[in-house]
């Protein structure tokens, strides 16, 4: 464990970043940004995996309706974009419903009067060779780079004057051919980033530290996941219970146009997050 011990100025901003990411144990979007509301969280971020999530199960009086209670509750509401999407995924028919799949997301997220939505780039498919693993992004490096340049493209036109969308560290994301791709769109398109650093502490690839990119690019951060583990797997625990050094972390993070969410679940681990920060 690392204890989290952060100057007054520092904890002042937080109080005014934070979050949490509601997942499984939220019967719906009302229900989670109450939740926010009950425990001084400044946005919640509902995770859209979740099948109470579901855009097509809010109707436009209900979209609406969750519109005008975020702002009545002061509350932000961030998106994570459905885990099964894959948008450089070698079959067309699952990278164009992928594709179809986020638009609805953005649509969904515009109406709601969401700020951002959190994605990931997709799964790579993993080949045994001769004792080793490859990935197919490996073998046929220009067809993944046309496929996820082609779908970027086409996201970030759709998505643009209705809401911001952060590609999140996860996955493919820290690879050199992946890392060519999206440096392209952060300087000369609407692309945004989403820094797990739960994922930046992971000591295997393809979650290698990404410090040094995200330093570069810190004005495009949007939004922050925060969790620990001790470096070995992704184990998502609150804040302050595995090996981060968020007293470093954190007094950069505060600074940027960006919301800080403990992504830990079931929700109840992110007032255990309040705690391990002393708020």
Known sequence: MVEINLSEEVMVKIKQKIGYQATFNVPDIFAAIDFADQNSF????INLSIPVFYPEKYKK???EKIARYLKDKGITLLIHAPEEASIFSFQDEVRKNSIKILKRVIDFGYDIGAKTITFHLGFDVLISSNGKILGIREL???QFKKNLTESLSI???YSKGKIDLSLENV?????PETKEIIKNFLENENLFLTWDLGHNNLKYKPHQKQDEFFMKYLNKIKC???HDNHGDRDEHLPIGEGEIDFNYY???LVNLDAYLIFEVRPKELA???LKNLKI
């Open 140 to 142: 046929f490096p220009h």
């Open 42 to 45: 400044k946005a919640v971020e």
């Open 171 to 175: 996955g493919s994301f820290g690879e």
């Open 250 to 252: 954190l007094p950069i």
């Open 61 to 63: 009086k209900e979209r």
């Open 155 to 157: 996201l970030l036109s």
């Open 271 to 273: 007032l255990i997050c």
């Open 224 to 226: 922050c996941h925060l």
